[in-house]
């Protein structure tokens, strides 16, 4: 049984292993992971395509199973909980935020904000009301009633992070939250992220290829063949990050070249 | 969640209008068609429930249906009133005759020929004249229907055989006295009603020519001893009203594949319906797999899933068994109206609704399943 200081972590993971298929089909996504991440901190997982980050994700939140190690959110380890048990811990204490938002297209905005509290038992009319304030807070107070369609590509992404936080989950879980936008657009996502997600000692777990947003990171973590091979966390390495950040993303990719963090 | 499960339901508008379309397509079939052959059903049995006046039908043993003519010997009559148990006996005659009404026009007839003390067996509505009438010289009753149509003076003038219009019947003269209202039956030759001794009179000369003997039962008296009585001392059949009534009904719904063809249809109705239903719901479950899956991914348990879809197809099956049921409703007023078999008993919509809304059950069985089975994994693929 794993035991952890909860105080300060939200994700603990320990040679945490993952394959697909059997055989000689067999393909080995996580490779014995070693990661912590802390309450109130912004972890972003990087690394080129297959490198093992949705797994890692899907991992953690319970979504998939791991083979081997151990991997707690908030001290609960998913592998010992029930399929049934596990969903609903998953709906409280994590918010999601996708890649092409997911947001369901008959339902309004706030409908859509709505979801993760109704799926928790809430009462319609108190799920709609949190929602219109949470759609307040990210600038979108005035189109509850719109539909997905009717807004753009950040508008949307501002529904999806309002609706990761509607029930005040204490992890939240984004897979390539600005890929789909533009830069300046991405920017303002990641912004209200940081600014939003954060508050209340959230911890906040960012999939992303986006080197444009690695400068929004508190730490990252380089992947590579189901490993974590490189920890950003220096001041330093940080903020060269952040500097390159504003220029563009190849200066980015320099700087964690010359940093040694791309192989 | 029953507002998101509804709103991804209606939100998609074609595949809502196909699923419920489909629904409405198959319940229109089903009830219809349903209603039809109970139509039908009832049409068959219409003269005997119309006749039904006294508790037996004493016939030949032989007889399958109540247009099955095959008549007794006249002594039937006397050893049936010396039967213990039996209050009265009357004779009823009943075949083909061939009238020739004003103008020329030829029609062959089913002539009923009623006890001529007491005039048994008649009509259930006498619309024009009395009963008694009957008695008068030469006088036949006829249906005020069917004079408007069958008994339609065609040639010369174009008008409904009337009370007062001479006929022939196997060349015999004959007058129309009366006419009566009564239950439209599955044959539809016209009906016509007269004495029994006139009847004997003008039919074809035979030795066996008694149909019926209708049989009161003394008060008292237990109506099966009576019948197996009437059996051994006559070797006749004696049939309730409601057993002659079955026996003819199912000997007519199997030897003309009535049945047959109607629960083809009724089954395929079924089978439509599932089709439809089930590959458009499939579609729309696959359509919206990545939303079902962020669903789970937020925590929507499997049960909550399936209490949704369940939602879902019970909203389809409701809206679109009513659209259908409706369609039925309005086409059996119009079949009505053009006195066509329809009847839609109070059994049908129930038992119709229930198969329907299975049907649509079973559609979306497939669709629970994958979703069921869904990782949810699958949100975080692009």
């Known amino acids: ?263 | 969640m029953n507002l998101v499960a509804l709103k991804m339901l209606v939100g998609d508008k074609l595949k809502y209008i196909a699923l419920v379309a489909g629904v409405a397509f198959a319940a229109l079939l089903i009830t219809q068609q349903a209603s039809i052959f109970n139509g039908f059903s009832l049409q068959i049995g219409a003269w005997i429930r119309d006749t039904a006046v006294a508790d037996l039908w004493v016939m030949d043993d032989q007889v399958m249906f109540d247009n099955d003519f095959k008549p007794m010997s006249d002594t039937a009559l006397q050893k049936v009133r010396g039967v213990d148990g039996v209050k009265w006996a009357v004779p009823m005659y009943k075949n083909y005759l061939r009238v020739r009404l004003p103008g020329g026009s030829m029609v062959l007839s089913r002539v009923i020929g009623l006890d001529d003390a007491t005039l048994t067996g008649g009509p259930p509505e006498i619309t024009s004249g009395k009963l008694a009438d009957l008695r008068a010289d030469r006088a036949v009753f006829i249906s005020e229907d069917q004079a408007k149509d069958m008994l339609r003076l065609k040639r010369g003038e174009d008008r409904p055989l009337r009370v007062g219009d001479r006929i022939s019947i196997n060349d015999n003269d004959a007058v129309v006295a009366g006419t009566f209202k009564a239950s439209r039956e599955f044959f539809w030759d016209p009906v016509m009603y007269t004495t029994y001794s006139r009847a004997l009179a003008w039919a074809p000369r035979e030795r066996r020519v008694l149909m019926y003997v209708l049989v009161k039962v003394a008060q008292g008296a237990d109506v099966r001893a009576v019948q197996e009585t009437i059996r051994e001392k006559t070797g006749m059949q004696a049939l309730t009203n409601a057993e002659f009534d079955r026996r003819s009904t199912r000997e007519l719904l199997t030897r003309t594949g009535i049945l047959v063809n109607f629960g083809i249809t009724i089954v395929l109705g079924f089978v439509i319906g599932l089709l439809v239903a089930g590959q458009t719901f499939y579609t729309f479950v696959l359509d919206n797999l990545k939303l079902f899956g962020t669903l789970k991914a937020m925590g929507t348990t499997n049960g909550t899933v399936l209490r949704m879809m369940c939602l879902q197809v019970i909203l389809v099956g409701s809206i679109g068994y009513g659209l259908g049921l409706g369609a039925a409703t309005l086409a059996g007023m119009t079949l009505q109206s053009a006195g066509l078999a329809f009847k839609m008993s109070w059994q049908i919509p129930v038992i119709g609704g229930v198969g329907v809304m299975c049907c649509c059950l079973v559609a979306g069985l497939l669709g629970m399943a994958r979703v069921v089975r869904l990782e949810p994994g699958i949100v975080f693929k692009s």
């Open chain 1, 1 to 263: 049984m794993m035991v952890v200081n909860e105080n300060n972590v939200a994700v603990v993971c320990r040679g945490v292993r993952k394959s697909y298929g059997t055989g000689g089909a067999q393909v080995i996504a996580l490779r014995g992971i070693e990661l912590e991440v802390r309450r109130g901190e912004l972890m972003m997982l990087v690394g080129p395509s297959g490198c093992g980050k949705t797994t890692l994700i899907s991992v953690i939140a319970g979504i998939l199973d791991h083979d081997a190690g151990e991997c707690a959110v908030f001290g609960r380890d998913f592998k010992s909980m029930g399929t049934r048990e596990r969903t609903i811990y998953r709906g409280r204490t994590i918010g999601f935020v996708f890649q092409s938002f997911n947001l369901l297209p008959t339902l309004t905005a706030a409908e859509n904000v709505a979801i993760p509290l109704l799926i928790n038992g809430a009462e319609r009319r108190v799920a709609l009301g949190k929602a219109k304030e949470l759609l307040a807070q990210v600038g979108l107070g005035d189109r509850c009633a719109a539909l997905p369609g009717q807004l753009s590509g950040g508008q949307q992404q501002r529904v999806a992070i309002a609706r990761a936080l509607v029930h005040d989950p204490r992890l939240i879980v984004c897979d390539e939250p600005t890929s789909a936008l533009d830069h300046e657009t991405g920017q303002r996502v990641m912004e209200l992220l940081k600014d939003v997600a954060l508050k209340q000692e959230r911890a906040l777990v960012i999939v992303t290829h986006d080197a444009r947003i690695f400068g929004f990171a508190d730490r990252i973590a380089k992947m590579d063949d189901g490993r974590i091979v490189k920890m950003i966390e220096s001041e330093d390495e940080l903020g060269d990050l952040r500097s390159a950040a504003v220029m563009d993303t190849a200066a980015v990719l320099n700087t964690l070249e010359t940093t040694g963090s791309l192989t």
